[in-house]
């Protein structure tokens, strides 16, 4: 590693959240104006995907894109960045946003970062990357070449797309119901036991015939208008993004199709994704594995998409404010997640996989060590709202944010800061939900916190 990388990272790693409470800052007496940029971060052949938890990558099936666009004219620019990555953890997070803000003049604190979590993807975390570097672990997470390369790859579009900002007149909503798509993991057989093991492919027939369980059925779409005149549209929907995956094809999956087909309906204005909170949300009800379900979901979340798109209402803009409240979320002190623990397997467990864990545990547990919190943004119309959460949040945790402004419009995008991984409601401790096994690094405790955090972050 050359010295101006090493300082890079270094100060990546250093960087701190905002703190002490809500960052604050409203539109002035200046236009709003929006800039959408776009730009291909697809990783090499052989990179790893899901930080080394399946198959690398053999083949591109299609493109891995970053859509972002730059709203100004409401205090600093405010930058909505979606990209087509499994997941972007600690110091890549920092660093990521560091760089963005920097070429369009604002601060990493409005530089509101998410990825949608399709698994045939790549996972970034630059310090646990290091630490296998450092011990010489067999396992790897990510290339961070590559990872420098394609940051500043999005910076200069988003830099470049500032000459071409448009002034923004109205702010437009609309929201469809998404037909068989979303399902939870958690269920209730006939018999009145719980389970966690509906998977995002999911062959057993009794499985999939349970009840949907807990979700958000609606799939909702905020959209910049110039007059008459679209200029880009964001939609989420929470589930987890994935078909089929592990077999190194590296894809957006059904969600990308479905984004693409939807670009094509509108060639001026750009079609934007984010994954809502997902963390215990997946397709398994509907989809055993099978490829041929692939572009079945697709056409079912772009029906949903046009639908929201039909059912747009337009509304002037009068106040646009942004804020951002920090977050505290306490690093995991059960058996084997001690400093100890995870360093001895990231040195010792013979599996690649199990040293990239350890890797990922570690990288998390000394951000909180270092009392770095997590950042939790909202771009406030007044009215409609755009909220960002971290990581796998279970699907509460959005209709909790809804819930907040019960006569308002939000749209939740999840998959932010993505370095506690699982962050579950208490109820999924209690029941001994599987899924918190490994892949969840933050303590019993966390849905106060969370849901203190969502309450002061969307209170008008």
Sequence with gaps: MNPTRRETLAAALALTTTGGGPLLSRAAESKLTLATFDTEVTVPLGHPCMGGGIAPAKEVIDPLLAHGFVLSGAGKPVVFLALDWCEIRNGAYDLFRETVAKAVGTEPVRVMLCALHQHDAPIFDLEGQQLLEKHKAKGAICDLAFFEKAIARVADAAKASLKNAKPVTHIGTGEAKVEKVASNRRYIDEGGKVHYNRMSATRDAKIRAAEDGTIDPLLKTLSFWNGDTPLCALSAYATHPMSFYGRGGV??????????????????????????????????????????????????????????????????????????????????????????????????DPKPFGQCLAALGLSWKRRCDAGKPIDLPVLDFGGPCVALLPAESYVEFQLTAQQARPDGFVLVAGYGECGPGYIPIERAWKENDGNLSDWCWVNPGSEKRMTDAIGKALKR
């Design 251 to 348: 894809t957006a999956d059904f969600v990308g199709m479905a984004r693409k087909r939807r670009q094509a309906d509108t060639p001026g204005a750009m079609q934007m994704y984010a994954s809502g909170c997902s963390g215990n949300v997946t397709a398994g009800k509907y989809n055993d594995g099978d490829p041929a379900n692939r572009p079945v979901l697709a056409d079912r979340i772009y029906t949903g998409m046009a639908a929201a798109w039909k059912a747009t209402k337009k509304t002037p803009v009068k106040d646009v404010s942004f804020r951002s409240v920090p977050l505290a979320l306490e690093a995991r002190t059960s058996e084997g997640f001690s400093e100890e623990a995870l360093l001895k397997r990231l040195k010792d």
